[in-house]
Each structure stands twice: as structure tokens, then as C-alpha cells.
């Protein structure tokens, strides 16, 4: 009986380990990850105050948008927030998302052929659904690589020539990662939006030549 209820204890206890695992990992990620900018926004403060850089703002301004976008990312999951639909300017948030990328990525070469103007949707899930798949095809693109962003009334398209998916049907799960970078919830968030709006997302992978990720409207 003493040997049964110790098993019985240890099952009983393995879904909690593994939850406080995940949450450990979860929190290590997530310090990691703010970490970057915060250092960024003291270093570059420091030399606006000697220098009155200009590039020091413009540096300051990407950090500022890096924290809001890990902190978008964490109200999404934390937040059951309603999505409100309006005609929003698609060609203009695009454009916008490019250029702070691009900055990021200076050896990144983009490419966009952008069909269509405004777009019916929630903002707030797009920037989101933008922000991952761009960040991702930024973060996982080998060195001088290229990333392409199609859009017309019927789909987003956005491909990259980086390292490619292993588990393809995996990476829509939390905290699921192939790597030590990111958190494991970026495109679980993507997933989730999409399914809120009723768009349907897709992606085709090949190691070592890229990824393809298409969100179709509906």
C-alpha cells in the first residue's frame, strides 16, 4: 500500500512539476528577451545626454517598440480582449513594419508586392500577427537573407529563405520551440488571433531553404 500510494503520489504530481518547468522557462525567456532593449535604452540614453545623437533616439524609439511588442504579446495571452473591426490603411502598417525591421536586420533584403490599400480587420490583431511572423522571419533568416510580403483582398503571404521548420504542426502549440531563442508563444498568439477573425493560417517549411507562412481571408 506504502508502495502504490508513493507512485500514485509521483503521477499525481507530474502535471504540476511539468507546469512550474514550463513557467520557469517561460519567466527565464521572457527577462532574457526584455533585457535587450532595457540595456539598449540606458547605453543609447547615455549618449544622447553627451552627444545629442539622433541615431541614439532612433535606437531608443526600436527598444520602446521591442518592449510594447513583447508586452502586446503577453496582454494577448493574459486577456481575453474583444476585437474591434475597422477599415484600417494595411499598406501603410506594412510599409511601417519594414522599415522598423529593417533596421533591426540592416542584411535582411525585403521584398513586397502589396495589392491592396485598406483592409477590414482589427488592428490590434494584425499588428500582432504581423509583428510574429515578420519577427520570426527576421530572427530564424540566415546571414544576408531574403524575406518576401505578398497582400492582396484575398491573402497575406510571407516567406523567408531561413533554417526552416523541423515540426511544422507543432509550432502553432505554447511554449513549443526549436531553438534557445524566443519564447515559445509568438506564434501561438498568431494561431489564436486568426482563429478569432476567421482567417486560416498555413505554413510550408523545408529545412535549410525556408519557410512560407499564408494567412487567407475569410
Not at 75 to 94: D, G, R, V, W, Y
Not at 101 to 106: I, N
Not at 145 to 170: A, F, M, Y
Request: aromatic share 10%.
Amino acid at each position: 500500500m506504502l508502495f502504490l500510494s508513493i507512485v500514485y503520489s509521483l503521477y499525481s504530481i507530474r502535471p504540476l512539476k511539468k507546469a512550474l518547468f514550463l513557467l520557469d522557462e517561460f519567466l527565464k525567456d521572457i527577462i532574457h528577451d526584455l533585457n535587450t532593449p532595457i540595456s539598449s535604452i540606458f547605453l543609447n540614453l547615455k549618449i544622447l545626454k553627451q552627444n545629442h545623437s539622433i541615431e541614439s533616439i532612433k535606437r531608443i524609439e526600436f527598444s520602446t517598440k521591442k518592449i510594447g511588442s513583447l508586452y502586446g504579446n503577453l496582454e494577448a495571452i493574459i486577456k481575453n480582449i474583444p476585437l474591434e473591426i475597422s477599415k484600417i490603411n494595411i499598406k501603410n502598417m506594412l510599409e511601417e513594419k519594414i522599415d522598423y525591421f529593417q533596421y533591426l536586420y540592416p542584411n535582411i533584403i525585403f521584398s513586397t508586392n502589396i495589392r491592396i490599400n485598406t483592409i477590414e480587420t482589427s488592428r490590434s490583431a494584425v499588428d500582432r500577427i504581423l509583428d510574429n511572423l515578420i519577427s520570426n522571419a527576421c530572427k530564424y533568416n540566415r546571414e544576408n537573407g531574403k524575406i518576401s510580403i505578398s497582400i492582396d483582398e484575398k491573402k497575406l503571404v510571407i516567406e523567408d529563405t531561413g533554417i526552416g521548420i523541423k515540426n511544422p504542426k507543432k509550432i502553432f502549440r505554447r511554449y513549443y520551440k526549436e531553438s534557445q531563442r524566443g519564447i515559445g508563444i509568438g506564434l501561438n498568439i498568431v494561431k489564436k488571433l486568426c482563429d478569432s477573425l476567421g482567417y486560416k493560417i498555413e505554413v510550408k517549411s523545408i529545412l535549410g531553404i525556408g519557410t512560407k507562412f499564408e494567412v487567407t481571408f475569410q
